[in-house]
């Protein structure tokens, strides 16, 4: 049962309300949806819609936001207009008012179409911890978690060039449903051939992750449908059956979103 | 279980509420407040059917609690009507029969208002997205999407837009007082 | 308004009589105003003092027996005012058509000895607050020995299956019958006299209503002494009479406020929530709220039944149907319900809307230890229809004959005597196949076009 709720004015007040055992409360989208339907033990809450860690500040190409900003203030900002599809690809409008930047990185597959974005993007974290603020690559932390007590205050990453970040997701319906495949991509071309990538999946393994296996095929190579069917084999995927898809039909039509994510058909 | 005292500006009005750390804003605006009019329909953030603005913004009310919104503006379906002279898009939503059992109604329609708030001239993908989040398993959707385009060029003054053929409902509607929570008296 | 057809006036001038003033008019709903002001009352949107509310421990087995029921660490949550087991239901066993005279009563309130599907109801929890209920329900611990389940129709049809109703059949036996039968002519000297046997095999899984509002009621102890219940059934009466006889009092002292329904499509027909609230409500002297979470609405709310259905053809090159064997399977789940009357209804509907002179017919209402199905829309026909049609379609490619012309060569007409021993009248089939035609620009030579619902030309 839910004994508490508190709503922090500060990081530091809020990192310390974990550190005592309080569980961090984002947009409460996926959190909020457990506690209201399932019977558990006593359960403290700490809110961080007040914890000032809203906002997305641009310099040049270095992007900053705030773990507690909302999908719907992403979805707004012309400058990271890139992240449009990702994010309203997400969930619905009255979901993604709540649901936070860091929330969608700790939610169960098949959600986290955002961390796959941003995993795309070779994001950075900002965590607040025991010891201090740190920096930790977005790529760690969801294969790794964080220690009990971090909070994560900030998300940065690079903006992508013009024209170089892809986002492609499969779904039941193509507005608000959960993945059955995501792909997002970071990709150059120089020359005919794949100078640059970064490619990172959803709904393909229990947590988003990097394809490094198809990294490396793409790398170099011109890119076409027969390089690109390639590097689908290249990676150990581990999909799961849940009431969208099946793990069986989610390795079947990897391949053909790969496709449609990188050469556009 | 400690309770707060919590204020949030209702429908324009500061109102209070005791809230336990539990409450959710949909069990605020319906157990403590009396309007019914957002409905429980899965509490998963999932039908829609509990969609009120907060902040201007459209939210799932089953999912905030109530103490994290402390200090923040609501509207909820109730606040639209200027007494019994209904909104454009309530209006709209009576000529185009885009009713039918009515649950999902008042969530739709806060959150077509959020969206003609935001943007005035919609597409009919702009109004497909925008209600993708509220379910209705009556109509099929279509004659929702239709009425909140009519709502829409009705704001704009379009002077287009044709008078509804249907005659505003000649039953008369009850009178109700602005808390139209039934009492053990009432029902 | 511009998007209401205008009604087609071409066809049956002769039955027409007077002025239509509504039937292809636009006319304002009455509740509309109601609903898009958040002032239709829906049973939940009321708040009482004193409010209970029930929340359930369910089965976690498809077919088991029960071992031990422990409700002590239900009765430690704080805010738990008592449980309910199948010993506190006056009458505990009921079939919901009992009131119309199907039996016998195979269904328990609350599972006594065993449970026959996942979600099954053991033990209701009452308490002050929902999340203590919940809590309440979560802590209640059962032991079970689990028993071989049975999931699919014709494996429970099997010799040798496991049978899993304590009537001894895991089918409803129909007047001494192992299905509902329809014999008309002689199948199999029609399929003698055939040009060709054209076969299909289709079936359908289960079908959730999801209606936006989930199944629920409030009971509101009287001061007369009497409940008053506000619920969203779609069938008031039907709740009314079998909550009084599981309850074993009268039904004069019972009141059901009904009638405002958040999306039901027929899933709101069963009787669940009535009588464990009404308990609930009588056993603490309180108002009690009993209503599914989305999860229950979409486990062990009863869906449209699965069925599977075999169609065997004897067909003319010309077209003609001249015999039609069908096998039917509903899967009525672990209990009757709705499904007798579905299967009964499925059978009547048989062969189509066909006259075809030798029809046979099985109909098999049959139990497995799926979640009980019901009514939803037109059941015990929508799926025959589908099977139907998608076969006719199949007859037509097998014949390279266009499937309009097929279907109106058979069509029923006024007056043709029916499979089950009915006469067809106000068919409108032939008619309304011609518009269609038109309406989409299919080609129909003059002999089609010139056919009638009410009189039979040779085809």
């Not at chain 1, 994010?87 to 409008?93: K, L, T």
């Not at chain 1, 903006?159 to 059955?180: C, Q, V, W």
């Not at chain 3, 009588?275 to 002297?285: E, I, K, R, S, Y």
Request: charged share 25%; hydrophobic share 40%; aromatic share 4%.
């Amino acid at each position: 049962m839910l004994t508490s709720v508190q709503t922090p004015g500060s990081p530091e007040a809020a990192r310390a309300a974990l550190q005592a055992g309080a569980v961090p409360l984002g947009g409460g989208t996926s959190l909020m949806a457990r506690l209201n339907d399932r019977a558990g033990g006593d359960l403290r809450l700490v809110s961080l819609r007040r914890a000032g860690l809203s906002g997305i500040d641009v310099q040049g190409d270095t992007v900053a936001i705030g773990a507690a900003t909302t999908l719907a203030d992403i979805e707004d900002d012309a400058r990271l207009s890139y992240l449009s599809g990702c994010v309203r690809s997400i969930a619905s409008p009255p979901v993604r008012s709540l649901a936070t930047v860091a929330g969608n990185l700790f939610v169960p597959q098949p959600y986290g179409d955002l961390a796959a974005a941003l995993l795309a993007l070779d994001a950075e974290l900002d965590v607040l911890g025991a010891d201090g603020a740190r920096r930790e690559p977005l790529e760690r932390v969801v294969t790794d978690g964080l220690r009990a007590g971090d909070l994560v205050t900030r998300v940065r990453f690079a903006a992508p060039a013009e024209d170089t970040f892809r986002f492609h997701k499969a779904s039941r319906r193509r507005l608000n449903s959960g993945s059955i495949v995501t792909v997002a991509a970071r990709i150059t071309i120089e020359d005919g051939l794949v100078a640059d990538i970064r490619l990172a999946l959803g709904g393909l393994a229990r947590r988003v992750m990097r394809a490094a296996g198809a990294e490396r095929v793409l790398l170099g190579a011109p890119l076409n449908a027969e390089v690109v069917a390639r590097a689908a084999e290249a990676d150990v995927i581990e999909p799961f059956d849940d009431a969208y898809a099946s793990a069986w039909y989610r390795a079947r039509v990897y391949p053909v979103h790969l496709r449609r994510a990188l050469l556009g058909a | 279980m400690p309770s707060t005292i919590v204020t949030i500006e209702l429908n324009g009005t500061d109102r209070e509420l005791i809230a336990r750390p539990s409450t959710t804003l949909l069990s605020a605006l319906r157990e403590t407040f009396g309007l019914m009019g957002a409905k429980r329909g899965c509490a998963q953030g999932g039908c829609g059917s509990c969609t009120v603005l907060l902040d201007g913004r459209p939210v799932v009310s089953c999912l905030i609690p109530v103490v994290t919104v402390d200090g923040s503006a609501v509207e909820t379906i109730e606040g639209l009507a200027d007494g019994e002279r209904l909104d454009d898009v309530q209006q709209a939503f009576v000529d185009h029969f885009a009713t039918q059992c009515g649950f999902c109604t008042p969530g739709m329609i806060m959150s077509a208002t959020a969206l003609l708030n935001r943007k005035p001239d919609p597409t009919r993908q702009d109004v497909t997205e925008a209600i993708c989040g509220n379910v209705c398993r009556c109509t099929g959707y279509e004659p929702i999407i239709t009425a909140v385009l009519a709502a829409a060029e009705r704001r704009r003054g379009d002077p287009a837009v044709p008078t509804p053929t249907v005659p505003t409902p000649t039953v008369p509607t009850p009178t109700v007082p602005a808390r139209p929570a039934p009492t053990e008296a009432e029902v | 308004m511009a998007r209401v057809t205008p009604i087609d006036t071409a066809y049956f001038k002769g039955e027409r009589a007077g002025d239509f003033a509504v039937i292809g008019s636009a006319v304002p709903r009455s509740d509309a105003r109601g609903h898009v002001t958040g002032r239709t009352v829906f049973f939940e949107d009321m708040t009482l003092p004193e409010m209970t509310h029930v929340k359930i421990h369910r089965s976690t087995r498809h077919h088991a027996l029960i071992d031990r029921v422990d409700v002590s660490g239900a009765l430690e949550v704080p805010g738990v005012l008592r449980v309910i087991t199948h010993e506190d239901v006056p009458n505990n066993w009921y079939t919901v058509l009992r009131l119309i005279g199907v039996g016998p009563d195979d269904e328990p309130v609350l599972a006594e000895d065993r449970v026959l599907y996942r979600g099954e109801p053991i033990v209701a929890v009452v308490a002050e607050t929902e999340e203590a209920a919940r809590e309440g329900a979560a802590r209640v611990a059962v032991g079970y020995t689990d028993l071989p389940a049975v999931l699919d129709v014709e494996e429970a049809l099997a010799d040798g299956a496991p049978i899993i109703k304590q009537a001894g059949t895991n089918h409803f036996v129909y007047e001494g019958h192992h299905c509902r039968r329809i014999r008309f002519g002689d199948v199999e000297r029609g399929f003698a006299e055939a040009d060709r046997i054209i076969e299909g095999r289709y079936s359908s899984s289960p079908i959730e209503h999801a209606p936006t509002e989930p199944t629920g009621c409030i009971v509101v102890p009287q001061g007369d002494g009497r409940l008053r219940i506000h619920t969203n059934t779609q069938a008031a009466f039907f709740t009314l009479d079998n909550t009084a006889l599981i309850l074993g009092v009268p039904p004069t002292s019972l009141r059901v406020v009904g009638g405002t329904v958040g999306g039901g499509f027929g899933g709101k027909v069963d009787v669940i929530v009535e009588p464990l609230a009404c308990l609930a409500a009588m056993l603490t002297g309180r108002p009690a709220k009993y209503v599914f979470s989305r999860a229950e609405e979409m486990q062990v709310s009863s869906p449209r039944a699965a069925e599977r259905i075999s169609i065997k053809d004897g067909v003319m090159d010309d077209g003609r149907i001249v015999a039609r064997k069908i096998t039917l399977y509903v899967d009525a789940g672990a209990y009757s319900r709705h499904s007798p009357y579905g299967t009964t209804k499925a059978a009547a509907h048989m062969p189509g809307p066909y006259t075809i002179p030798n029809v046979h017919v099985d109909a098999y209402c049959v139990y497995t230890n799926r979640t009980p199905s019901s009514a939803m829309r037109g059941f015990g026909v929508t799926i025959g229809d589908f099977a139907l049609e998608s076969h006719m379609d199949h007859v037509a490619r097998e014949l390279n004959m266009d499937p309009l012309r097929l279907r109106l060569k058979n069509a029923y007409r006024d007056g043709d005597m029916k499979a089950h021993r009915k006469i067809a009248s106000g068919t409108a089939l032939v008619e309304v196949i011609q518009s269609a035609a038109d309406l989409v620009g299919h080609d129909l030579p003059p002999e089609y076009r010139a056919m009638s619902s009410t009189e039979r030309s040779e085809g």
